[in-house]
């Protein structure tokens, strides 16, 4: 199959840097699925898990991304998220943790700003444990 | 001068001080290592960051957003917030001395009211909360910086500037050329300002090319799509205002863990280099007192012997008197 050059940078490192056959994030109005050849495009990344396949393995390989953009140019894709975590290296009980901690707050929350602080977090931690979940399970 | 006890006790007081100065040297050492490696971890996220920035503006340059100078739906009368990035501990030479001459200065033509301290570190604001200067309630550190801790700071930050409660925010720091050499740096974080993205265009057109020249051109023939990097159609998903908010909040968030990761790295220099030249002075007074030491039990040394001679003496002379 025909392959991309992608390049996932995130705040503390760069997550992946090679060649990929297809890559799956969660766009603002649901999965978008980049393929080679893709059109020149950006597009803004929601909170949420991202896939992508590399020609070595037949494997998905998974991660839990947070806000960010991706950019198309000529078959180089560049991936920039805030932070993208594996599913390996969620830890689930700190994960639970915090969507507890931002549930109690979105409860009692005193003012608009603390609402969406709120409402991120909550996200964050929903993707996690969705996404650790499902794969530590196999 | 001081009897040889009074010596031997200051120089074990010495000893003891050095092993710490000593220890301190060593952990500051190891955390100064591993703050330039996050440095350099975040480096190629952020100039990313800022060359999709300048690449949206380059493409809608009539864009109109409250995140840049010219945005004509910005706030101009909210409060300008100072971030200040200081230490929690001392021990660290004139770091954070430094950076609270720096804050001080910065505000000294500014109108009372119009700005607030936001201080990230103990120390930074005990100082300033001591000397009077508006402090907004807001506490972090700078210790072992997190993307978490600099996510949060980025989200109160900014939904204040949003909701127009803050009008600009600016961040002081101290950042370390080299080993023996930091620098208080000053930046305007927001507003953005749209020709600093601009003018240095052709750098970050550089830095754009460093960073992706190592990824191969699969499309044959497309020798020259390298020197035009944003030609032809540009389309952007959902529209560039969603994308370029997103950019900002990724932007700020960058920036601030970037800068508290230098900040770290600035403080664990200083505090590396003055307990380097704490340890040193400690040897250097060892060698002296030591010295002073060896003359004093010398000293009493003579003195016994003298004292044992004249006796001796008195003794010999008392005994031929009698014999006599």
Redesign the interface.
Same mark, same amino acid.
């Given at each position: 199959m025909?392959?991309?050059?992608l390049?996932v940078?995130?705040? #503390? %490192?760069?997550f992946y840097d090679g060649p990929c056959e297809k890559l799956l994030f969660p766009?603002?109005?649901g999965q978008?699925e980049i393929l080679?050849?893709h059109?020149?495009?950006?597009?803004?990344?929601e909170i949420g898990e991202m896939k992508f396949k590399t020609p070595d393995s037949d494997e998905w390989q998974v991660a839990v991304v947070?806000?960010?953009?991706v950019?198309v #140019? %000529?078959?180089?894709v560049?991936l920039?998220?805030?932070?993208a975590e594996r599913p390996e290296e969620i830890d689930e009980f700190r994960a639970q943790e915090a969507l507890e901690r931002a549930q109690e707050k979105l409860i009692n929350q005193k003012s608009i700003?603390e609402y969406?602080?709120n409402q991120?977090n909550l996200a964050r931690a929903l993707a996690r444990l969705k996404t650790a979940g499902k794969y530590k399970a196999k | 001068m001081a009897s040889a006890k009074e010596i031997q006790d200051r120089i074990r007081g010495i000893k003891d001080t050095r092993k710490i100065t000593r220890a301190m040297y060593m952990i500051s050492s190891i955390k100064m290592q591993k703050a330039r490696q996050k440095l350099a971890d975040t480096e190629p996220y952020f100039f990313a960051l800022q060359d999709q920035i300048s690449s949206i503006l380059y493409h809608f340059p009539e864009i109109d957003s409250r995140y840049f100078e010219n945005g004509t739906n910005r706030n101009p009368n909210g409060k300008k917030a100072i971030v200040v990035m200081s230490s929690d501990k001392g021990m660290a030479g004139a770091y954070n001395h430094n950076i609270m001459k720096a804050a001080e200065d910065y505000v000294k033509d500014f109108e009372p009211g119009s700005y607030e301290f936001y201080c990230i570190g103990e120390l930074g604001r005990q100082y300033l909360k001591f000397r009077g200067f508006p402090i907004a309630d807001f506490e972090f550190t700078a210790t072992n910086p997190s993307v978490h801790r600099a996510r949060v700071i980025m989200e109160i930050l900014v939904n204040k500037y949003h909701d127009g409660e803050l009008s600009e925010i600016d961040v002081i720091y101290t950042r370390s050329v080299n080993s023996m050499k930091s620098v208080i740096e000053y930046h305007p974080l927001l507003p953005l300002r749209p020709h600093e993205f601009i003018k240095n265009d052709a750098s970050e057109d550089a830095q754009y090319k460093s960073l992706t020249r190592d990824m191969n051109y699969s499309v044959e023939g497309d020798q020259d799509a390298v020197s035009n990097l944003y030609s032809g159609d540009f389309f952007i998903w959902p529209n560039p205002h969603h994308v370029l908010h997103q950019l900002v909040y990724n932007y700020v968030a960058g920036y601030i863990y970037g800068t508290l990761v230098e900040a770290t790295a600035s403080e664990e220099n200083a505090r590396m280099s003055a307990m380097k030249s704490a340890t040193d002075n400690a040897e250097k007074m060892l060698a002296e007192l030591s010295t002073q030491y060896n003359r004093v039990r010398q000293a009493a040394i003579t003195q016994e012997i003298t004292e044992i001679a004249a006796g001796a003496q008195a003794l010999k002379r008392a005994k031929k008197k009698a014999v006599r």
């Open positions: 025909k392959t991309f050059e390049k940078l995130t705040c #503390d %490192r760069t766009a603002t109005d978008m080679a050849d059109e020149q495009m950006t597009a803004s990344i947070s806000k960010g953009l950019e #140019d %000529r078959n180089q560049l920039i998220a805030f932070s700003v969406h602080v991120a | -």
